[in-house]
């Protein structure tokens, strides 16, 4: 639950949501910089995009679902397809925290196989998935890509939010 006093009827006197786009547009003038129809928020450096109302930064996947449902997402938003700057709301979907993390789509800068689920380990590509927070093998393969598709068949079996 959000900690504002931000009502839904407020956000749409400020702001228009076109659920289609899920571009946020300026209703009003909220000050000297910026105009009416200028398109609200801008891009953090983790690629949200976030929009300031009354004061207080949201990310405007929230203000989405809030402007479209009338009440705050009891839960974490995710992106279906994985572009944190995609806020049309056919591609938001309210999960819990293990659902958000189960649609992860790359992997993390650190993976030196450039694959989900796969690392090189004895001279070997290993495959591991996580599940209840357990990770579990899944078996070693000549080649990456073998490695990554024993993963996904994983993922789509085990993971319930995964839409790869």
């Known amino acids: 639950m959000e900690s504002s006093n931000l009502t839904a009827d407020e ?4 702001l228009a949501y076109d659920k289609t786009t899920g571009i946020f547009t300026w209703i009003i003038r909220p000050s000297k910089a910026i105009h ?3 398109i609200a928020g801008n891009t953090n450096k983790f690629g949200y995009v976030t929009i300031g109302v009354k004061k207080k930064v949201y990310k405007a996947h929230r203000l989405a679902w809030f402007y479209a449902h009338n009440v705050w997402p009891n839960g974490l938003i995710d992106h279906i397809n994985g572009r944190k700057d995609d806020n ?3 591609n938001l979907r309210v999960v819990a925290a293990d659902g958000n993390s189960q649609n992860v789509r790359r992997p993390n800068r ?3 196989s450039g694959f989900l689920g796969v690392i ?5 590509w290993r495959a591991n998935i996580t599940i209840n927070r357990k990770t579990r093998w899944l078996g070693d393969y000549l080649t990456p890509e073998e490695a990554h598709q024993a993963y996904l ?3 789509r079996e085990h993971h319930a939010a995964c839409t790869i």
């Open 11 to 14: 956000l749409r006197t400020m």
């Open 36 to 38: 009416a129809g200028d």
């Open 88 to 90: 049309r709301l056919c």
């Open 110 to 112: 650190h993976n030196k």
């Open 120 to 124: 090189w380990f004895q001279n070997k």
């Open 153 to 155: 068949n994983a993922k």
